[in-house]
């Protein structure tokens, strides 16, 4: 069971600004980076999100994300198509021996 | 470029072993490390541990301790997960990943591998 808590899922129209929230702990996401990826059916998980805010070469601007507290979110703006997705934020907890722990996981979908 | 191809799908009886492989290429193999998540049906994502491709030092997550485990062939720049004692609740795609130091991003992925377990 995950200890990053998210929405099973989120819809919008095309063009629409959607947010996904991550809930998690002072032992993660209080203390440590934020990532996030997307999961499109089918394939293999993609690096959307590092270091809380960052985006890697080539993931459009559309998406943005933030971390505040033990909280952090994921935005799409301008939502498309293509977005619907699973995603899921990351991040190293540092209890116990310290381990890796994805969220819940929150499915886009597009109207 | 960097890729991380992964071994193809596996079926396998309860109480049986599978090796699936992770070959990397287009980077220094031993400047990253290699973890293994699941996505079993169902469910999301599940960090299994990483290993270390300098030293072969594996490191499983709790709930996967005992029947899997991490190994390497660093002459031909590629991680194993070998499951042993196959249950039915190990159907799951595996996937490998690689990570930077203590930088916990995984920027580039293994396509999976899917394993059933049926009798």
């Known amino acids: 069971q995950s200890v990053l808590t998210q929405p099973p899922s989120a819809s919008g129209t095309p063009g629409q600004r959607i947010t996904i929230s991550c809930s998690g702990s002072?032992?993660?996401?209080?203390?440590?980076?934020v990532y996030w990826y997307q999961q499109l059916p089918g394939t293999a998980p993609k690096l959307l999100i590092y270091r809380d805010n960052q985006r890697p070469s080539g993931v459009p601007d559309r998406f943005s994300g933030s971390r505040s507290g033990t909280s952090a979110s994921l935005a799409i703006s301008g939502l498309r198509s293509e977005d619907e997705a699973d995603y899921y934020c990351a991040a190293w907890d540092d209890s116990l021996s310290g381990f890796y722990v994805f969220g819940t996981g929150t499915k886009v979908t597009v109207l | 470029q960097v890729q991380l191809v992964q071994s193809g799908s596996e079926v396998k009886k309860p109480g049986a072993s599978v090796k699936i492989s992770c070959k990397a290429s287009g980077y220094s193999f031993t400047g990253y490390a290699i973890n293994w998540v699941r996505r079993a049906p169902g469910r999301g994502l599940e960090w299994m541990g990483w290993?270390?491709?300098?030293?072969?030092?594996?490191t499983y997550a709790q709930v996967f301790t005992g029947r899997f485990v991490f190994s390497l062939d660093t002459s031909v720049s590629t991680a194993y997960l070998q499951i042993n004692s196959l249950k039915a609740e190990d159907t799951a795609e595996y996937y490998c990943?690689?990570?930077?130091?203590?930088?916990?991003?995984?920027?580039?992925w293994g396509r999976g591998t899917l394993v059933t377990v049926s009798s």
């Open positions: 002072s032992s993660n996401i209080g203390s440590n980076y």
């Open positions: 290993i270390n491709t300098n030293t072969g030092n594996p």
């Open positions: 990943a690689r990570t930077l130091g203590d930088d916990w991003y995984f920027d580039f």
